[in-house]
């Protein structure tokens, strides 16, 4: 992709993060852009720690439209912007960011883009969910689940306090029950959970990694998801659908995360199946 030198700075989204070797969203978002008819350029920078600030005060001075953040400068962000959405502010993290005026607002789209496929498959109000872990993804869902009313909540993580904080986070603060569940050995989900979602990296890159999780204890037509989306086909997933599970994999997240984040910089609704046309093509899947 060549950035045409007439581009104005207002029609450029920049994601800062860490050093990103091809990036999906970039690719989803030139290709919606060009099928949309925009000369929007979606770049990619890589930016230190130390220099964060003064990268956001730039973009702020020179009147850039938006941005993406990985981590870790989506918590690094927050005190660099005017004003934060709900899900943001309760998360403590933002992926995605706009100008409105002279005022940055945070946003973030992780949980949103996942509640948005989830609800393709089933409504999550009144349900009995199981997530395994508690990091940036997980937490972002969790607050999500919270915001959609689900009946209950148990974070299953191997790490005490995170798993802990998010469980508090969602029963004190949002009013959801919550429980926290130490993950050791083969974790076995409670009667009458409708939803298991696996919120951790295990499986990244790596089709034979087993989430230890015993299916067994999982009913017929339960809904099994991953954020997990490279490879798309997960060993939990193909499991669960052997048991007769219904699965969501992580395309569908990531696909909605960059539909939700196009709207929100330019108030146009892409298409989303070019969105999902290009990320699988950027993947060879
Ligand atoms: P974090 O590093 O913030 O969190 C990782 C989580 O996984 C923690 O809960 C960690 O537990 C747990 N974990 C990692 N390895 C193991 C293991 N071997 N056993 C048990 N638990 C483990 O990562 P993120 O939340 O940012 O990302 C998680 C995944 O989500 C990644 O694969 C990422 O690619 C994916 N993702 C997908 C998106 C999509 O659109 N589909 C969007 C964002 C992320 P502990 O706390 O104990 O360390």
Request: proline fraction near 5%; aromatic fraction near 6%.
């Amino acid at each position: 992709m060549h950035a045409s030198v007439t581009t104005p700075l207002q029609e450029i989204v920049v994601l800062l993060g860490q050093p990103v070797a091809g990036n999906p969203t970039q690719y989803m978002m030139e290709k919606c852009f060009a099928a949309a008819g925009l000369d929007w350029r979606y770049l990619t920078v890589e930016v230190g720690v130390d220099l964060f600030p003064d990268a956001m005060r730039g973009l702020r001075a020179m009147g850039f439209r938006g941005g993406n953040l990985t981590m870790p400068h989506k918590v690094a962000v927050l005190p660099l912007l005017d004003e934060l959405s709900e899900a943001a502010r309760l998360m403590g993290a933002v992926n995605c960011w706009k100008r409105e005026g002279d005022k940055l607002i945070g946003e973030n789209t992780d949980g949103k883009g996942f509640l948005e496929r989830l609800r393709e498959v089933i409504d999550p109000a009144g349900k009995k969910v199981v997530l395994l872990g508690a990091g940036g993804a997980a937490r972002a869902i969790a607050v999500e689940l919270g915001l959609a009313e689900i009946a209950h909540l148990t974070v299953v993580n191997r790490t005490a306090a995170r798993g802990e904080a998010l469980a508090r986070l969602v029963s004190d603060e949002m009013k959801i029950p919550a429980e926290f569940a130490l993950w050791e050995g083969d974790y076995r989900a409670p009667a009458g959970t409708a939803i298991v979602i696996n919120g951790t990296s295990i499986g990244l890159h790596d089709a034979s990694a087993r989430v230890p999780l015993d299916l067994g204890t999982l009913e017929p037509g339960t809904i099994v998801a991953d954020v997990v989306f490279n490879p798309p086909e997960t060993r939990l997933l193909r499991e669960a659908r052997e048991r007769g599970c219904k699965t969501i994999d992580g395309l569908g997240m990531l696909v909605n995360q960059a539909v939700i984040a196009f709207r929100i910089w330019t108030g146009i609704s892409p298409d989303a199946t070019i969105m999902r046309d290009a990320l699988e093509e950027f993947l060879s899947v």
